[in-house]
């Protein structure tokens, strides 16, 4: 996918889209393949609060076109809750399902940690130390202090992503300079529920043109996630 920007959703099942998205008359269970009808990529998040199997994904897997990419959020069990200490197993085993569920339609393996954990140098070290490099991963923080060049140098060296956030609390910055662009919208100034005007999807156009990468929006507790995903899609 050089020089391509895959724009996607971090939620296909909302009731909310029904009659905007969804047609009417459409059964829930053709949700979903409707929604790969219209996109080429989804953030798959459930896996953030239930450990995924290797039956899920591949599931998944099973259901999309051979151009379809997922990227899949790690679970809250290694991020959140362990912070990665002493997960070393647990970490294999989800790469693991990663890999042998989606084969070559995993694009990103996503890890988000909690507004509590700010930076240090050992937190740093240790997250490097702990992943699988082979993958493409991308890392997103929450706590303003891990926007520091010591960090960014790391991930630098070692093909690692800074995820770009839009988040009401955090620095709306754009990162280009990374092993790919890799943007989450959560809505500003309403978390989640935030729809993004005209002007600033035109600036993340701008500002992603030419490069490689995904967009997803999370601003999915209303209808303003797949409006703006399909609005962005038309724009690119």
């Given at each position: 996918?050089?020089?391509?920007?895959?724009?996607?959703?971090?939620?296909?099942?909302?009731?909310?889209?029904?009659?905007?998205?969804?047609?009417?008359?459409?059964?829930y269970?053709?949700?979903?393949?409707?929604?790969?009808?219209?996109?080429?990529?989804?953030?798959?998040?459930?896996?953030?609060?239930?450990?995924p199997?290797?039956?899920?994904?591949?599931?998944?897997?099973?259901?999309?076109?051979?151009?379809?990419?997922?990227?899949?959020?790690?679970?809250?069990?290694?991020?959140?809750?362990?912070?990665?200490?002493?997960c070393?197993n647990?970490?294999?085993?989800?790469?693991d399902?990663?890999?042998?569920?989606?084969?070559?339609?995993?694009?990103?393996?996503?890890?988000?940690?909690?507004?509590?954990?700010?930076?240090?140098?050992?937190?740093?070290?240790?997250?490097?130390?702990?992943?699988?490099?082979?993958?493409?991963?991308?890392?997103?923080?929450?706590?303003?202090?891990?926007?520091?060049?010591?960090?960014?140098?790391a991930?630098?060296?070692?093909?690692?992503?800074f995820?770009?956030?839009?988040?009401?609390?955090?620095?709306?910055?754009?990162?280009?300079?990374?092993?790919?662009?890799?943007?989450r919208?959560?809505?500003?100034?309403?978390?989640f529920?935030s729809?993004?005007?005209?002007?600033?999807?035109?600036?993340?156009?701008?500002e992603?043109?030419?490069?490689?990468?995904?967009?997803?929006?999370?601003?999915?507790?209303?209808?303003?996630?797949?409006?703006?995903?399909?609005?962005?899609?038309?724009?690119?």
């Amino acid at each position: 996918m050089k020089n391509e920007i895959l724009i996607g959703c971090s939620s296909y099942n909302n009731r909310y889209w029904k009659g905007i998205f969804y047609p009417d008359n459409l059964a829930y269970s053709k949700w979903f393949e409707f929604y790969y009808q219209h996109f080429r990529t989804y953030e798959f998040n459930g896996s953030f609060y239930r450990f995924p199997t290797l039956k899920t994904l591949t599931n998944w897997y099973d259901k999309v076109p051979e151009d379809f990419l997922f990227s899949v959020k790690a679970p809250k069990e290694i991020t959140h809750i362990k912070q990665f200490f002493d997960c070393e197993n647990r970490l294999a085993e989800f790469y693991d399902v990663c890999k042998n569920g989606l084969k070559e339609k995993l694009a990103c393996v996503l890890f988000q940690f909690p507004p509590s954990y700010n930076f240090t140098s050992e937190r740093l070290e240790q997250i490097i130390r702990n992943l699988d490099l082979k993958f493409k991963n991308v890392i997103e923080f929450r706590h303003v202090s891990w926007w520091n060049q010591e960090v960014w140098d790391a991930f630098l060296e070692n093909d690692i992503t800074f995820c770009s956030v839009s988040h009401p609390d955090l620095p709306q910055t754009i990162f280009k300079e990374f092993p790919l662009i890799y943007i989450r919208l959560h809505g500003v100034p309403k978390l989640f529920y935030s729809s993004y005007s005209l002007q600033e999807l035109l600036n993340i156009r701008d500002e992603t043109h030419s490069k490689s990468g995904f967009i997803y929006f999370n601003n999915t507790a209303s209808e303003a996630g797949i409006l703006n995903a399909l609005e962005l899609k038309r724009l690119v």
